[in-house]
């Protein structure tokens, strides 16, 4: 059975970090593209980054670029999310998500197959 299982997330003061852990089981990851997405109140869920296993070909919303870094460890068959100078618009529910493909940028959340169970982060003061 496919599962993602998410770990991290939390309450940040802003310009704090956090690291978000994917952790695929029931499939290896080189054959699959990871995305993280988040989605609050009232809003369409939102791509935030992705990751083709297979090459390493990353993707950032420009929203994040320059303050999240996408990246996987093989061996784990684990994604990880590093947010950093995080700001209070980035408090949302996220997700990861997997869909078996060598492409991720620009997919919308629908074309991904499998979910993880969703992670509160809380940019505050």
């Known amino acids: 059975q496919l599962q993602l299982v998410e770990s991290g997330g939390g309450l940040v003061q802003p310009g704090g970090s956090l690291r978000f852990s994917c952790a695929a089981s029931?499939?290896?990851?080189?054959?699959?593209?990871i995305g993280w997405f988040r989605q609050v109140p009232g809003k369409e869920r939102e791509g935030v980054s992705c990751i083709v296993s297979s090459d390493g070909n990353t993707y950032y919303a420009d929203s994040v670029k320059g303050r999240f870094t996408i990246s996987r460890d093989y061996a784990k068959n684990t994604v990880y999310l590093q947010m950093n100078s995080l700001k209070p618009e980035d408090t949302a529910v996220y997700y990861c998500a997997a869909v078996k493909s060598r492409y991720c940028a620009n997919y919308p959340y629908t074309a991904y197959d499998y979910w993880g169970q969703g992670t509160q982060v809380t940019v505050s003061s």
């Open positions: 029931g499939f290896t990851l080189p054959y699959y593209a």
